[in-house]
C-alpha cells in the first residue's frame, strides 16, 4: 500500500487524468468533490474517506477497500467495484447505475434513493443493507445475498434476482413488475404491497 504524505496526495490528485493510483491509501482523507474519473484505484485504501458528490465514473475500484466511507450522492455510473468491500458504507443517491458490482460487500450499507439500474450484483453481499427507494431496474443480482435488506419501495423492475437470497428482507411496496425470483428465498420476507405483475416466483 503506497503511503504518501498528504501533500504529495493533493498534488497527485490535481494532475492530469486518469491517474494509476494502484494500492494507493486515501483512508481517512476529506476528498469532496474529487475527480477521479477513469482513474486506477484498484486495491486502494479508501476506508473513511470521504467522498461526497466525488466523480468516480468509469474508475477501476476492483477489491478497494471502502469500508465506512462517506459517498454520499457520488458518481459511479459505468466504475467497477468487483470484489470492492463497501461495509457500511453511506452511498445515498449515489449513481451507481452500469456499475460491476460482482462479489461486492455491501453489508449494512446505506444505498437508499441509490441508482443501480443496469448493473451487476451477481453474488454480492448486501446483507442488511438499507435500500430504500433504490433503483435497481433490470440490474443482475443472481445469486445475491439480500437477508435482512430493506428494499421498502424499491424499483426491481425486470431485475434478475434468481438464486438471491431474500430471507427477512423488507419488500413491501416494491416493484418487482417481470423480476426473476427463479431459485430465491423469500422466506419470512415482507411482500406486503409489493407489485408482483408478470413476476417469476420460486418454484
Request: negative net charge; glycine residues 4%; hydrophobic residues 45%.
Amino acid at each position: 500500500m503506497s503511503t504518501l504524505t498528504n501533500f504529495q496526495i493533493y498534488d497527485l490528485l490535481n494532475r492530469p487524468k486518469p491517474l494509476w493510483l494502484v494500492k494507493i491509501d486515501l483512508s481517512d482523507l476529506n476528498l469532496l468533490n474529487v475527480d477521479l474519473s477513469d482513474c486506477n484505484l484498484s486495491y486502494a485504501n479508501l476506508t473513511r474517506a470521504d467522498l461526497n458528490w466525488a466523480n468516480l465514473m468509469g474508475a477501476n475500484l476492483t477489491k478497494a477497500n471502502l469500508n465506512l466511507a462517506n459517498l454520499f450522492e457520488a458518481r459511479l455510473a459505468n466504475a467497477n467495484l468487483a470484489g470492492a468491500n463497501l461495509t457500511r458504507a453511506n452511498l445515498t443517491r449515489a449513481d451507481m447505475s452500469k456499475c460491476n458490482l460482482e462479489e461486492a460487500i455491501l453489508t449494512e450499507a446505506n444505498i437508499s434513493r441509490g441508482i443501480l439500474s443496469k448493473s451487476n450484483l451477481a453474488n454480492t453481499n448486501l446483507s442488511g443493507a438499507i435500500i430504500t427507494r433504490a433503483d435497481l431496474s433490470k440490474s443482475r443480482l443472481t445469486n445475491a445475498n439480500l437477508s435482512h435488506t430493506d428494499l421498502y419501495k424499491a424499483n426491481l423492475f425486470e431485475a434478475n434476482l434468481s438464486g438471491a437470497t431474500l430471507k427477512n428482507a423488507n419488500l413491501a411496496g416494491a416493484d418487482l413488475t417481470a423480476a426473476n425470483l427463479r431459485g430465491a428465498d423469500l422466506s419470512e420476507a415482507n411482500l406486503e404491497g409489493a407489485d408482483l405483475t408478470d413476476t417469476i416466483m420460486p418454484q
